[in-house]
């Protein structure tokens, strides 16, 4: 996310917070003060964090029995990647979502075993002076697969759709511009024959407060955590509002959203990873290694949201 102000007076440098930071969220109705800064993790949120939004399990999947499926469906990625030597056809995946939805996470998952010159994780800054000058979706066409290649993106040209308009850093005409554009654009990324996913990660209110803490008050994943995150806590609904907008308005036969409860990362990796695998038809698939999808995980936006 782009750089700028926190919603408190506190700023992280090198993981220590020069002042607190507590904020009165709204969380269904009901104020609930949080000060990401305090290194215990308040029970209103340890408590609900799993099954908040919904999520349809109440136990997170066992770690042996997660890996022990992952690799079996990181076989068959590799078996993608042959084919899509083989074939020279392409892939292109968006995942989009809050912050902390586990985006990189998941797209760890797929390129864990696959060839980095070949499959490209692409997690662009924030717009250079130059390209800030250039239509909007050009920087990132510049990173779509050439032929047997895949390309995944951390956050995409989505940015426009949601933080953006939300957090005041494009104009409302840009915006709208953007909204009646992009269901076009996506339909040539189609007609090219490009094999294109879109992957939005829905996690709920409370697993998002417990990441950013987990963040926080971990030394290896506190450059993770930004002032924007922060800024961004009592903004649920606003990024809610434009999340609804954007997966009604630009979900298609040629391009649809396929959306992912994510508060368990490993059964929300797992099922992106047999999403795609079901989606392409490549030489050695093994149907009975890729498994059943949970239906309860993964499914399209108008089904899901």
Same mark, same amino acid.
């Given at each position: 996310m782009e750089s700028g102000k926190s919603a408190g007076s506190g700023e992280v440098t090198n993981g220590a917070a020069t002042s607190s930071r507590a904020v009165s969220l709204r969380i269904r109705g009901e104020l609930r003060a949080f000060d990401i800064?305090?290194?215990?993790?308040?029970?209103?949120?340890?408590?609900?964090?799993?099954?908040?939004?919904?999520?349809?399990?109440d136990k997170k999947m066992k770690k042996e029995a997660y890996e022990e499926e992952l690799k079996t469906l990181q076989i068959e990625l590799v078996k993608v990647q042959f084919w899509l030597q083989a074939t020279g056809k392409r892939v292109m995946a968006l995942f989009e979502g809050r912050d902390a939805a586990g985006k990189g996470g998941t797209i760890h998952s797929i390129l864990e075993y696959m060839n980095p010159r070949l499959a490209h994780?692409?997690?662009?800054?924030?717009?250079?002076?130059?390209?800030?000058?250039?239509?909007?979706?050009?920087?990132?066409?510049?990173?779509?697969?050439?032929?047997?290649?895949?390309?995944?993106?951390?956050?995409?040209w989505y940015n426009r759709a949601i933080v953006e308009?939300?957090?005041?850093?494009?104009?409302?005409?840009?915006?709208?511009?953007?909204?009646?554009?992009?269901?076009?654009?996506?339909?040539?990324?189609?007609?090219e024959g490009i094999h294109f996913f879109k992957f939005w990660l829905e996690i709920g209110q409370?697993?998002?407060?417990?990441?950013?803490?987990?963040?926080?008050?971990?030394?290896l994943k506190?450059?993770?955590l930004s002032t924007m995150d922060i800024a961004a806590l009592d903004k649920w609904s606003?990024?809610?509002?434009?999340?609804?907008?954007?997966?009604?308005?630009?979900?298609?036969?040629?391009?649809?959203?396929?959306?992912?409860?994510a508060n368990d990362k490993r059964r929300a990796h797992l099922n992106v990873?047999?999403?795609?695998?079901?989606?392409?038809?490549?030489?050695?698939? #093994?149907? =009975?290694? %890729? +498994? &059943?999808? #949970?239906? =309860?995980? %993964? +499914? &399209?936006?108008?089904?899901?949201?």
């Open positions: 800064d305090d290194p215990v993790l308040p029970d209103w949120v340890e408590n609900q964090a799993l099954a908040s939004n919904g999520h349809p399990y994780n692409i997690a662009l800054t924030k717009p250079t002076e130059t390209e800030s000058g250039q239509w909007y979706f050009q920087r990132y066409i510049a990173h779509f697969p050439s032929a047997g290649n895949m390309s995944l993106f951390d956050r995409s308009p939300v957090m005041g850093f494009c104009t409302q005409e840009q915006y709208d511009a953007f909204m009646e554009q992009v269901p076009r654009f996506e339909k040539l990324i189609h007609q409370e697993m998002q407060i417990k990441r950013f803490h987990d963040r926080r008050h971990d030394p506190v450059w993770k606003d990024y809610t509002d434009k999340r609804d907008r954007m997966l009604k308005q630009t979900h298609t036969k040629d391009a649809p959203w396929m959306v992912a409860r990873i047999r999403h795609i695998l079901m989606s392409l038809n490549y030489e050695g698939r #093994d149907l =009975k290694a %890729i +498994g &059943e999808i #949970d239906k =309860k995980i %993964i +499914g &399209e936006a108008p089904d899901m949201i």
